[in-house]
């Protein structure tokens, strides 16, 4: 009995020096030692264009955190919306661009479209968004 009593007294001594870990007050990405993103923008409006219209805009972002921000991936709602995005880690305190192209052959009205990035942010994924209004192809003697 008096053996069991020592086991469990060793098991809880030991369990409360595993679980109780020292951190900060707060779940700043600061406390939680990771990579975020901060946008100066995550919606772009490219207003009206003409239908077959290629367009481009480049969202700025910031690492925020304390570590390394990495990009997994990122991927157009669909194939006429392009991401490019930077494949090497951007350091705490500095800028990154992505690239997002729109190609607006064969859209026609209001196109509302969403490029999602895979990062190792507390979020996992990151959503920027375009929009645009695509006017119909005029014909030639119109």
Same mark, same amino acid.
């Given at each position: =009995?008096?053996?069991?009593? +020592?086991?469990? =007294?060793?098991i809880?001594?030991?369990? =409360?020096?595993? *679980?109780? $870990?020292? &951190? /900060?007050?707060g !779940?700043?990405? &600061? ?5 975020? =993103? ?10 009206? +264009? ?5 367009? &481009?805009?480049?969202?700025? %972002? $910031? ?8 990009i997994?991936?990122?991927?157009? *709602? @669909?194939? @006429?919306?392009? #991401?490019?995005? #930077?494949?090497? #880690?951007?350091k #705490? /305190? ?6 997002? *192209? %729109?190609?607006?052959?064969?859209? &026609?009205?209001?196109?509302?479209? !969403?490029v ?5 942010? $507390? ?6 968004? +375009?929009?645009?209004?695509? $006017?119909?192809?005029? /014909? +030639?003697?119109?």
């Amino acid at each position: =009995m008096i053996k069991k009593a +020592i086991g469990l =007294m060793a098991i809880t001594a030991f369990m =409360m020096t595993v *679980s109780c $870990k020292k &951190e /900060g007050v707060g !779940t700043t990405a &600061e406390n939680a030692g990771v990579a975020t =993103m901060e946008f100066t923008e995550t919606e772009h409006d490219f207003g009206e +264009i003409n239908e077959g219209d290629k367009v &481009e805009n480049y969202f700025t %972002f $910031k690492n925020t955190g304390v570590k390394d921000l990495v990009i997994v991936k990122a991927t157009g *709602s @669909c194939g @006429c919306t392009v #991401p490019e995005y #930077p494949k090497t #880690p951007v350091k #705490p /305190g500095e800028e990154g661009k992505i690239k997002v *192209s %729109f190609n607006s052959a064969g859209k &026609e009205g209001m196109q509302h479209k !969403t490029v999602t990035i895979t990062a190792n942010t $507390k979020k996992a994924n990151e959503v920027i968004t +375009i929009k645009a209004t695509v $006017k119909e192809k005029q /014909g +030639i003697g119109a």
